[in-house]
């Protein structure tokens, strides 16, 4: 009697740590995009992407995979309850795996924004990209017909370039909070935008378009502080990339003769930056990278040896030259996204304080110094190419 | 059906109508009591009484009844004082006695033996006929092997003794009968190894057999109600086997067995919780493949037990730990599934039991029906219709499954049991209840004991040496030490 009053106790006490809730109630957001808000003075614009599961079930043809609400409101708790005026389920962020900033706001300045990211419930390992040129809402706003819905197919727009070719690069909350706390390295982000704007309203007739509005990534934001100052387009993205060895792989043209190039798919790339005082800082950069000739328009032997090293230095040459037009475009914004400022300080604590104040300026003003060593190992299934006869 | 039946004493009569009358009464003129007079020369009035049915004929004409009729023509002249001792001469069954006590006596004519009573002496003649009526050996139904002995166990006592006596030819093998259930008097033989097996263990076998005091045994089961060591516990203290080479092997680690007229299901004790997820096979083939499948019958044992616990904790309370797209899915398919998902799944493993007992017991020629209905009804048409997530029917079905792939039903019937305290612990809170239970379960079994013996051992207390045949099988070098935990007195070092 004692054990069975016993246990009823501790069932009753044990209740509190329940959390039922039943899939058909929650609703479940994928994705949130942030703007500036258009209604009000102050707060955000916030947009919800929540799954709508019955697309999914064997009778769902006819409805769209996501639903997206939009709500503004001074703070995100805010607007977290007050999306209950539009979701009719309880909304949910443990699933919450993107997250858009427009550049607007970025431009703006994030301040501490994702502190409700870190604080809350959510898991702080998903990504943060720019709306680029638009809004938040507008690049959740599409759904193209190879992804299920359209925060899959920005995260995997952006790890496959990431694989591919390395302009963009998915940098996890955890990370941004870091870099945006942490000294002597600014924050990156990857931007991303629609390929077109929507035809119509219609978004089936953008699925059954054989050139559909897609996401696209776009460039890679350069912040100061936490103000959007610049953007790396294209290749200087890429070469941003190798310059934090964050490339998987990519490709390098090599111009050969006339308009014609010879093309080095890079295999790995470990760069080491690092600044010297000589007594102004140095910005020096060491570049290994391995590739392979993959393709050539003009005809070189390169089965002979003499000729794969003049290659190799051609391939450094274009390497160096490339890193440096990108280190140079980031000293005119005076943004050190790369981390000089942060070697700096590991590797001279004194000199940093004292100068901690002023790095900017003084990375602007550096002298860069860039070491690239490659090694090219393979040409393929063939050495040298066929002759035009 | 355990009530007690208490019988008093009395003795044989010299008159052998008086004895007659007497043994009707107590058998109530029974149809089948069947009474043979004879006149022993001038010696007197003599009366041959057995049970029709479970004696054997042939042996009663032959060794019984042919030497009397014989030693009536010859009319031998015999002093009448030594009557009885001259027939137990010249009757040739094997087993022959002289018995006075009617209770005995009359245990005696109904267990077989044929009742011979001579005018003038207070005694009877018990001659041995006994033949019980039994099916023959055949392949045991419930622990089948692919590869290994397939001779299983029957309902006879002595055939089932034979099986062992066949596979261990040795004189240390010890076989001790004795008599339980006040109203059915079942034999019952308790077998052990002298020499290998603990004697205080045997010792407090004995004790606990002797002290059975209910009306019946028909089954190893009341035996296992009536001895064990814990009453209130879900897990089987005691294995039941109906083979005999897994009580050889059994008594040849120590262990001690207990086998009952009427059942082919012999009870050996002591057993360890791991001794259930052993099958015979595992001895019978690379200990390599064993050791694979035994670790497979162990998680197959969790998957019924967990499965269902652990699927409703993850889509009630811990839907962040679901990846992304498992997740949609399965949000899809309960959009239109009307209860909740608690409800759901006793639905659909209530139905389940419902289909495994009807499985059992319905008519073999109507199974194809039942099973059709089981499979269409269960796993299609109530997912069509909506009422119940295919993922509740692809869980409940992983669960049924699994639970086939261990060599011992007892153990089964444990898991299923807890699987439902699982359940609701998780749907009240979620992983949290999974752990606690579970908690709760390892404790309770680092309690019990089987004779005396940790019933969680090796594992908890650790023997090192005992690990080697628990998770896995070793190969038969490391396998030439003997359990410890049933044998201190005999080790092999």
Not at chain 1, 1 to 24: D, P, Q, T, W
Not at chain 2, 29 to 42: G, P, Q, W
Not at chain 2, 322 to 345: D, G, K, S, Y
Request: aromatic share 8%.
């Amino acid at each position: 009697m004692r054990k069975a009053i016993s246990v009823l106790l501790i069932i009753g006490l044990l209740s509190g740590c329940s959390n039922y809730r039943e899939l058909n109630e929650v609703g479940l957001i994928i994705a949130i995009g942030i703007d500036l808000p258009e209604e009000r003075e102050s707060g955000y614009r916030v947009t919800y992407q929540v799954i709508n599961p019955s697309y999914f079930s064997q009778n769902g043809s006819g409805s769209l995979p996501v639903i997206n609400y939009t709500v503004e409101a001074e703070t995100f708790i805010e607007a977290y309850r007050m999306a209950s005026v539009i979701i009719p389920r309880e909304n949910r962020v443990t699933h919450l795996s993107l997250i858009i900033i427009g550049e607007a706001l970025a431009r703006a300045g994030m301040g501490l924004i994702f502190d409700v990211f870190e604080r809350g419930e959510s898991r702080s390992t998903f990504p943060v990209f720019i709306a680029r040129d638009s809004t938040a809402e507008e690049v959740l706003g599409v759904v193209e017909p190879l992804e299920s819905n359209p925060t899959k197919s920005i995260i995997s727009t952006s790890e496959n370039n990431q694989k591919m070719y390395a302009i963009s690069e998915a940098i996890p909350i955890y990370r941004a909070i870091s870099l945006l706390s942490g000294e002597g390295q600014n924050l990156m982000l990857s931007g991303v935008k629609l390929s077109q704007p929507l035809k119509s309203e219609n978004q089936t007739a953008n699925l059954q378009n054989i050139k559909p509005s897609v996401v696209e990534v776009s460039g890679l934001a350069m912040f100061k502080k936490d103000q959007l100052a610049g953007w790396f387009d294209g290749k200087f993205a890429r070469t941003a990339h190798l310059i934090t060895s964050a490339v998987e792989s990519t490709s390098f043209p090599l111009a050969c003769k006339g308009n014609k190039n010879i093309t080095i798919t890079t295999q790995g790339i470990k760069s080491d930056i690092k600044t010297e005082l000589k007594p102004e800082p140095a910005l020096i950069v060491n570049a290994k990278i391995r590739g392979n000739v993959t393709e050539l328009e003009c005809y070189l032997e390169i089965s002979n040896n003499e000729e794969m090293i003049k290659l190799e230095k051609k391939f450094e040459k274009e390497a160096e030259n490339q890193i440096r037009e990108t280190i140079t475009k980031a000293q005119e914004l005076e943004a050190d996204v790369f981390g000089f400022g942060k070697e700096l300080s590991k590797d001279d604590p004194e000199y940093w304080k004292r100068h901690e104040k002023e790095w900017n300026t003084l990375f602007s003003n550096a002298e860069i110094d860039v070491n690239v060593e490659a090694n090219i190992s393979n040409s393929g299934m063939l050495t040298d190419p066929f002759k035009l006869q | 059906m355990f009530r007690k039946h208490h019988s008093h004493h009395k003795r044989v009569s010299k008159s052998v109508h008086f004895n007659i009358q007497y043994l009707k009464e107590q058998l109530g003129d029974s149809s089948d009591l069947s009474v043979r007079n004879l006149t022993i020369a001038e010696l007197g009035h003599a009366a041959i009484i057995h049970i029709q049915g479970i004696v054997d004929e042939q042996s009663l004409h032959d060794n019984v009844l042919s030497p009397i009729l014989a030693f009536i023509h010859e009319k031998r002249n015999v002093h009448s004082g030594k009557l009885p001792e001259e027939i137990t001469q010249i009757i040739s069954v094997p087993k022959i006695k002289l018995l006075n006590d009617w209770p005995e006596v009359v245990d005696n004519l109904l267990g077989g033996d044929t009742v011979i009573l001579i005018e003038g002496h207070p005694e009877a003649i018990i001659a041995g006929t006994k033949k019980i009526q039994s099916r023959s050996i055949t392949e045991p139904t419930t622990q089948t092997v692919i590869k290994g002995p397939k001779d299983g166990f029957t309902e006879n006592l002595s055939t089932n003794i034979s099986l062992i006596r066949s596979r261990i030819q040795n004189n240390k093998l010890r076989i001790e009968q004795t008599k339980a259930g006040t109203v059915t008097k079942t034999n019952i033989g308790i077998l052990y190894m002298e020499g290998i097996a603990d004697k205080d263990i045997v010792r407090e076998v004995k004790l606990r057999v002797s002290k059975i005091d209910i009306d019946s045994i028909l089954d190893t089961n009341y035996v296992e109600e009536a001895i064990k060591d814990n009453r209130k516990t879900i897990f089987p203290l005691f294995q039941s086997s109906e083979r005999p080479d897994v009580v050889s092997a059994n008594l040849l680690e120590g262990k001690i067995a207990i086998i009952i007229q009427g059942t082919p299901f012999a009870l050996i004790l002591p057993a360890l919780l791991i001794q259930f997820f052993q099958s015979p096979e595992d001895y019978y083939a690379n200990y390599l493949v064993s050791s694979f499948l035994r670790i497979i019958r162990i998680g197959s044992f969790y998957v019924n037990m967990y499965a269902s616990a652990i699927y409703l904790a993850l889509i009630t309370h811990h839907h962040g730990l679901i990846p992304t797209t498992l997740m949609v899915t399965l949000m899809a398919q309960r959009e239109q599934v009307p209860f909740p998902a608690i409800v759901e799944l006793l639905l659909m493993e209530l139905a389940f039991e419902v289909l495994r007992e009807a499985g059992i017991r319905m008519p073999r020629a109507i199974g194809p029906a039942v099973s059709i209905v089981g499979a269409l009804i269960l796993g299609q048409a109530a997912v069509e219709a909506g009422f119940v997530s295919a993922a509740i029917v692809i869980i409940v079905a992983t669960t049924a499954i699994s639970s086939f792939t261990l060599p011992n039903p007892n153990i089964v019937n444990a898991a299923r049991g807890l699987r439902f305290i699982f359940i609701f612990a998780a749907a009240f809170i979620g992983f949290y209840g999974i752990i606690l239970v579970s908690l709760c379960i390892i404790l309770h079994l680092c309690s019990l004991k089987s004779v005396g013996v940790p019933y969680f051992a090796p594992f908890s207390p650790v023997r090192f040496s005992d690990l080697k045949d628990s998770l896995i099988r070793m190969g038969s070098p490391s396998l030439l030490k003997r359990p410890t935990g049933t044998n201190r007195s005999n080790k092999v070092n």
